[in-house]
């Protein structure tokens, strides 16, 4: 199996994990997965099965699927706990650290900022403004 066709093999057990799926919503919802049917490749690895139940087919993970999809939610967790470590780590800039380093518009800068008085060329002598009639 190269990379991404175990990705997505793994994906369909993680998904199967949650709830045994019939075969047709696990075709439905993997069909378009890759060239390769994805199922068919967690089938012969032995991470999920097939069994018949009231006359219809059920897709579920075996224990070799349920110990894997487990495992990677470990990983998963320790990828998310290492990431919020190495975040917490990093120094953050003090409150005075970034009022210096700011180069926007002052309060002074925008007091002298005005808004243009409205054009007479406006006004026609009907008082309408650009045709349009005041009521």
Not at 32 to 44: D, F, H, K, L
Request: net charge negative.
């Amino acid at each position: 199996m190269d990379s991404a066709t175990d990705r997505f093999t793994l994906d369909l057990v993680d998904w199967l994990a949650v709830r045994e799926r019939t075969y047709e919503e696990m075709i439905c919802a993997w069909a378009n997965a890759g060239c390769v049917p994805i199922w068919e490749e967690a089938m012969r690895a032995g991470l999920i099965t097939k069994h018949m139940v009231n006359e219809r087919c059920v897709m579920r993970p075996t224990s070799l699927g349920l110990i894997e999809a487990e495992f990677r939610k470990e990983l998963r967790r320790l990828d998310r706990k290492r990431h919020e470590r190495h975040v917490a780590d990093q120094p953050r800039p003090s409150n005075r650290a970034l009022t210096a380093s700011w180069t926007g518009p002052t309060l002074a800068g925008l007091e002298r900022l005005s808004m243009p008085e409205p054009s007479s060329d406006l006004l026609d002598d009907d008082s309408t403004v650009s045709g349009i009639a005041n009521e």
